[in-house]
Nanobody
Framework: QLQLVESGGGLVQTGGSLRVSCAAS????????MGWFRQTLGKEREFVAS????????YYVDTVKGRFTISRDNAKNTVSLQMNSLKPEDTGVYFC??????????????WGQGTQVTVSS
């Protein structure tokens, strides 16, 4: 099992940058595909980005391509999401998740508690 704890959310102006991170405790972190999802009030939790266990494969939702970068450090059991050129529509609670390869919520068995990202216009 894994326990995931996110950090790094906050308030930023449009065009600014934030980095959210996720620390994992448990065994075999490197075996898990890691994903970031986000959710706003009244909407479904949506896929943002994912990275394979060895970091070789990354995927992004079209709306963040070229602006967000997902990375991981298996030695430190961490995964991060660097977010640049932020837009108000990027606002939401960002969740870290661990699971198998995929972009659906059902592909991920372990979830963090989320961290709020707010982009002001």
């Amino acid at each position: 099992q894994l326990q995931l704890v996110e950090s790094g959310g906050g308030l930023v102006q449009t065009g600014g940058s934030l980095r959210v991170s996720c620390a994992a405790s448990g065994r075999a972190f490197s075996r898990y595909n890691m994903g970031w999802f986000r959710q706003t009030l009244g909407k479904e939790r949506e896929f943002v980005a994912s990275i394979s266990g060895n970091g070789a494969d990354v995927y992004y939702v079209d709306t963040v391509k070229g602006r967000f970068t997902i990375s991981r450090d298996n030695a430190k059991n961490t995964v991060s999401l660097q977010m640049n050129s932020l837009k108000p529509e990027d606002t939401g609670v960002y969740f870290c998740a661990a699971g198998t390869t995929g972009i659906s919520k059902g592909d991920y068995a372990y979830w963090g508690q989320g961290t709020q990202v707010t982009v002001s216009s």
